[in-house]
Nanobody, 120 residues
Framework: QVQLVESGGGLVQAGGSLRLSCTAS???????????IDWYRQAPGGPLELVAR???????YYLDAVKGRFAISRDIANNTVWLQMNSLEPEDTAVYSC???????????WGQGTQVTVSS
């Protein structure tokens, strides 16, 4: 059974930092068949946005709005993906969710989400 568990969300003032973690079980974050681990976010009434992605190869993708402020990384030994978020803005307020994009399961796997609130 594949599970993704996020942690690290919270309330922070604008300009502050948070680090989110996504720990996987039942799957290895660098196994064959896993294309990427992604961080998505959704603000109230807003669309689901792909914020950052780390491919199995280690290459990364970032949403333009977070480039230079957010960094995605992984700890293969601990089966964890991190999202370091710096210089946070009120517009970053959302529920952040971890997603595993795999070739063998349509839709992949999702974590439960963690709330990030940035106050002005």
């Amino acid at each position: 059974q594949v599970q993704l568990v996020e942690s690290g969300g919270g309330l922070v003032q604008a300009g502050g930092s948070l680090r989110l973690s996504c720990t996987a079980s039942g799957i290895s974050i660098n196994e064959v068949g896993l294309n990427s681990i992604d961080w998505y976010r959704q603000a109230p009434g807003g669309p689901l946005e792909l914020v950052a992605r780390i491919h199995n190869s280690g290459s990364t993708y970032y949403l333009d709005a977070v480039k230079g402020r957010f960094a995605i990384s992984r700890d293969i030994a601990n089966n964890t993906v991190w999202l370091q978020m710096n210089s946070l803005e009120p517009e970053d307020t959302a529920v952040y969710s971890c997603h595993a994009y795999v070739t063998w399961s349509q839709g992949g796997f999702w974590g439960q989400g963690t709330q990030v609130t940035v106050s002005s």
